[in-house]
């Protein structure tokens, strides 16, 4: 028997869905198809391999920006939570590019790496990086005093402290940044690509945007989201696997 919580999360779906066909078909703007218009478009862009073409283009920025958003955002969180003189130092970078309108530095990145893949990777990374870099330090920050003094107690080096009792007491919330990042990175993909050069998804967009084919537009719009959601989603799923029995904290933006 589904669960209350499926229950819940398909009747949200349904009131949205609903929501969305009744203001199409009002219509609440010319530009504004139904649902199943969009649905219909989403069906025929699939069929005809245009939307998978789109996404081989469109994951390519989006992975490496992730991957390099990752690696170095974790380092440098721990590198952070661990010395106050490189908090004092970076801290504050990453709380303004947290909080700052970074759409406004794509042009500086266009002039200075063109408009391939490298700008691309970028915009993913200057989105994804701060959240992974502020919730890593903190989550080394708050590691429990007295599992470290514990640590030392039993003659434990610094490196042992750090590999054997704060990474692993900061796993959960590390992993939650690493998903928020994430988030962040699907919005710098699609951004990349509707500020630098249109290709992939973004290109569905643009494109169905200037002929006025608006079910194809918000259907490409639709599948990213579809995509987002479905990732992040897994990634929840792995998190409650790994870290089961753990008291996650989440670091919010």
Request: with cysteine; net charge positive.
């Amino acid at each position: 028997m589904p669960s209350r919580s499926f229950l819940l999360k398909m009747l949200s779906l349904a009131i949205v869905f609903g929501a969305w066909e009744i203001a199409g078909r009002v219509p609440v703007s010319y530009a504004f198809p139904t649902f199943l218009e969009s649905m219909r478009a989403l069906a025929l862009l699939a069929i005809d391999g245009t939307l998978f073409t789109a996404y081989a283009e469109t994951l390519r920025p989006l992975a490496l920006g992730v991957l390099i958003s990752a690696i170095l955002g974790i380092a440098l969180g721990l590198w952070i939570g661990l010395s106050a003189r490189f908090d004092w130092l970076f801290s504050p970078i990453f709380v303004v590019m947290q909080s700052a309108p970074l759409a406004a530095l794509i042009p500086l990145l266009v002039m200075a790496y063109g408009i391939g893949l490298t700008s691309k990777v970028f915009v993913v990374c200057i989105m994804a990086m701060p959240v992974i870099v502020l919730n890593t330090a903190s989550a080394v920050r708050n590691t429990p005093s007295s599992l470290t003094e514990m640590a030392r107690s039993f003659l434990g080096s610094r490196l042992d402290v750090i590999l054997k009792v704060i990474i692993p007491a900061a796993s959960p919330v590390i992993f939650s940044g690493l998903r928020l990042g994430i988030s962040a990175g699907f919005i710098g993909a699609i951004l990349s690509e509707l500020k630098i050069t249109p290709t992939g998804v973004g290109d569905i967009i643009t494109y169905s945007r200037s002929i006025a084919d608006y079910a194809s537009m918000y259907a490409a719009i639709f599948s990213i989201i579809l995509l987002a959601v479905l990732f992040l989603n897994l990634l929840e799923k792995l998190e409650l696997h790994l870290f089961r029995g753990n008291n996650r904290g989440y670091v919010t933006d």
